[in-house]
Every structure is written in structure tokens, then in C-alpha cells.
T-cell receptor
Framework: KQEVTQIPAALSVPEGENLVLNCSFTDSAIYNLQWFRQDPGKGLTSLLLIQSSQREQTSGRLNASLDKSSGRSTLYIAASQPGDSATYLCAVPLPGGNQFYFGTGTSLTVIP | EAGVAQSPRYKIIEKRQSVAFWCNPISGHATLYWYQQILGQGPKLLIQFQNNGVVDDSQLPKDRFSAERLKGVDSTLKIQPAKLEDSAVYLC?????????????FGDGTRLSIL
């Protein structure tokens, strides 16, 4: 069974700082890895999807990397803003794609 | 493009009562998912539909939970009877395909409180 872990569980940084969120998974036989953002009382918004053949994906101030062999992914947020405050979750499907496993998330607070 | 629509947004019921949630996926999305998200945890898949057929319901508590997707579009998730541990946010998501290589798009969820 796939287990997905996210560290740290919570993070508080001053505005403007660069930061890294971590995601690790136990089964490296994955199709892809997806990073989501969840605002309080809201559903999940997809940020980035990295295919298993890729090493990284970028969208604006966000950069996600994937190292299948070590079972790790990082989400890098540059020049953080208060609007980035949210919970960030990573998710991986297993081959067959029927089951998405989510991490427990990292709650990020960016202080103005 | 309209997103995934869910209703109601909030529901409060007493234990042993029944409740139903509704989801309308993004137009053209063949795959629909129901997730349960307990406070402080990541979402857990309850059931996955491909068109109107069930692909995976291995984590659905079938003694009390049921779901259907008539005509391969809208879906309903029902709980009967509800237990205290069912208090959670129920999220619906859809994707173009179910092979795992397609991004999932989520609705805002239904927050269920059991008294």
C-alpha cells in the first residue's frame, strides 16, 4: 500500500521568503505526482502535475521536482506572499490509476 | 469552463439519520471520484466511476454508504444511517480519464456534521 508523507505539517514564514515543501512516498511505481492547494472551506486546486518521466514542472513562482528513485518530491515557492497561505497536499496514483493517495498536507502561513 | 459543482455546502444531522450529497462534474469528464476528508487529514477515496460504471469502491463502507452515477453525468452519495465518525468534508472530483495521468478537478465539498 502506498504511503504518502508530508513534512513539515505546518510552516510559518515572513513574506518574501523562498520556501520548500516536502512530499515522500513509499512505492516508486507511480504514473505521476500532483500538488494541490486547499484554502479553508474549499476544495482542492491543482497546482502542478509531474509525469513520472519528468524531473520538474514550473508554473509562475512554483516549481515542483520529482525523484522517483528516492520517493521524493519538493514544491518550491519563490518570493512567498500572504495569498500563498493555504494547505498544500501532494497526491500519487498507483499503476492502473484507480487509487489516488494523498499526503496529510502542509499548512503554510505567510506573515505580511 | 464551469467547475465541479457540489451541493449542499453544509449539512448538520443527528446520528442514525440519512443524508445525500450531489455532484455535477465538469462537462465531458468521464471519471468521477468521491473523497472523504476528515479534519487534519488528506482526502481518502471512497468510490471512482468511469462513466456510469464503478471502477473502485474498495474503501466505501457499503453497509451504510451508497453512490450512483446515473447516465454517466451527475452523481449522488448517500449515507444511511450516519455515525458520528462520518463527520467530514465530502469532496467530489472529476477528470477526463481515470488512468491516473489526468489531473483531477475538485468541487468545494460538502461539510457534514453529525450530532
Amino acid at each position: 500500500k502506498q504511503e504518502v508523507t508530508q513534512i513539515p505539517a505546518a510552516l510559518s514564514v515572513p513574506e518574501g521568503e523562498n520556501l520548500v515543501l516536502n512530499c515522500s512516498f513509499t512505492d516508486s511505481a507511480i504514473y505521476n505526482l500532483q500538488w494541490f492547494r486547499q484554502d479553508p472551506g474549499k476544495g482542492l486546486t491543482s497546482l502542478l502535475l509531474i509525469q513520472s518521466s519528468q524531473r520538474e514542472q514550473t508554473s509562475g513562482r512554483l516549481n515542483a521536482s520529482l525523484d522517483k528513485s528516492s520517493g521524493r518530491s519538493t514544491l518550491y515557492i519563490a518570493a512567498s506572499q500572504p495569498g500563498d497561505s493555504a494547505t498544500y497536499l501532494c497526491a500519487v496514483p498507483l499503476p492502473g490509476g484507480n487509487q489516488f493517495y494523498f499526503g496529510t498536507g502542509t499548512s503554510l502561513t505567510v506573515i505580511p | 469552463e464551469a467547475g465541479v459543482a457540489q451541493s449542499p455546502r453544509y449539512k448538520i444531522i443527528e446520528k442514525r439519520q440519512s443524508v445525500a450529497f450531489w455532484c455535477n462534474p465538469i462537462s465531458g469528464h468521464a471519471t468521477l471520484y468521491w473523497y472523504q476528508q476528515i479534519l487534519g487529514q488528506g482526502p481518502k477515496l471512497l468510490i471512482q466511476f468511469q462513466n456510469n460504471g464503478v471502477v473502485d469502491d474498495s474503501q466505501l463502507p457499503k453497509d451504510r454508504f451508497s453512490a450512483e452515477r446515473l447516465k454517466g453525468v451527475d452523481s449522488t452519495l448517500k449515507i444511511q444511517p450516519a455515525k458520528l465518525e462520518d463527520s467530514a468534508v465530502y469532496l467530489c472530483a472529476s477528470s477526463l480519464g481515470g488512468e491516473g495521468n489526468q489531473p483531477q478537478h475538485f468541487g468545494d465539498g460538502t461539510r457534514l456534521s453529525i450530532l
